[in-house]
């Protein structure tokens, strides 16, 4: 028997749905501090999204990378494998949501936010009239060779000695702290990139390209400007800045990667098949961003500039009449009264 989703959310008349429960920053911040609430938050912390980019970047380090010697050298076929390797894996792992959820159809529009599928929707801002195949085209051909590069980048690096490379042995503790921080180095890099993006000619000539796909896909995470999908995967280049260990630059790096899907599901929660269970998407913060574009700049609130900075829109009436608000201030200060 299929989920009912009217447990969980309201269906409006169009047909998009909204989840009733509001997005919350990560507990740690409150105040008075709240340390139940916040041993509650630590298992949905690691598990499963954060478990799986460590898992992928140990296949990585252990499988896919070439020896040290190899990597020594800038050559061409050392990054063509990486860039081999990496297309594949992504064909994989966004193909398979995508298959199921948008061409499949498998959960129909249970929990999904945007009444259409965008293949329902021929449009001319996209390449081919198809967000589906333009989405997959620049993900592919732009967002997935940069990706690469950074990668490259960052191996040479460590291979050749340019960067403080710590070892596991010695420095166990302050790796392993540095695996938890990595979530919060990406939130704050992604948040300065992402807001600097959203301003003049940087909007118009790069990130609206992201921005076109306003109902987002899982082949949407990565469809990027040139500029953009680099600055993006370059969060990884910190661990060359700061000592660190490849296997955590490859943690950062598939972070931002492969872990772009979550704010583009479209669907507060992927049924797993049986249809009895489903797992969160965690999709509803960015889908938020993708429909307003004036809100929710950062992630999910583990560091919460959003909400600092007044930015943060967490799903409710509450959340749309600050939006709101907001919008009608900004519009004063640029057409002051006369
Ligand atoms: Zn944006
Ligand atoms: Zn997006």
């Known amino acids: 028997m299929a989920l009912d989703d009217s447990r969980l959310g309201v269906r ?59 990597m020594k050298t800038l050559s061409w076929g050392w990054p063509a494998w990486l860039l081999a390797v990496n297309w594949v894996a992504n064909l994989a792992w966004y193909g398979l949501f995508e298959w ?73 503790v302050y790796l392993t702290l540095l695996v938890l921080v990595s979530p919060a180095i990406h939130e704050l890099h992604f948040y300065v990139i992402h807001r600097a993006m959203h301003g003049g000619w940087l909007y118009k000539w790069v990130h609206s390209i992201h921005h076109n796909s306003v109902n987002p896909t899982p082949w949407s995470s990565l469809s990027m400007h040139p500029v953009e999908a680099f600055l993006y995967h370059a969060v990884a280049l910190w661990h060359l800045v700061i000592p660190s260990n490849p296997v955590v630059a490859l943690f950062q790096l598939h972070m931002a990667g492969f872990g772009a899907l979550n704010g583009h599901i479209g669907f507060e929660k992927m049924e797993l098949p049986g249809g009895t269970k489903a797992m969160d998407s965690h999709a509803y913060t960015h889908y938020l961003h993708h429909k307003h574009f004036e809100v929710n700049f950062g992630g999910d609130g583990l560091i919460p500039l959003d909400h600092w900075l007044g930015t943060w829109h967490d799903g409710s009436k509450d959340g749309d009449r600050r939006m709101q608000e907001r919008y009608e201030r900004k519009l004063a200060r640029m057409h002051p009264p006369t």
């Open 100 to 172: 199921r959820l948008y061409r499949q159809r498998a959960q129909g529009n249970r929990f999904k936010y945007h009444r259409h599928f965008p293949a329902d929707q021929p449009s001319d801002v996209f390449w081919f009239k198809s967000q589906p195949l333009d989405n997959f085209l620049r993900t592919f051909l732009v967002s997935i060779p940069l990706w690469t590069l950074v990668q490259v980048i960052f191996l040479w690096s460590f291979a050749n000695g340019s960067a403080t490379w710590l070892t596991w042995a010695e420095h166990p």
């Open 12 to 70: 409006n008349k169009r047909g998009d749905w909204t989840p009733t429960s509001q997005r919350e920053i990560a507990p740690f911040w409150a105040w008075p501090p709240q340390p139940l609430k916040v041993l509650q938050w630590i298992p949905g912390y690691l598990w499963p999204w954060n478990a799986f980019h460590l898992a992928t970047a140990l296949l990585w380090w252990f499988v896919v990378v070439p020896d040290l010697d190899t």
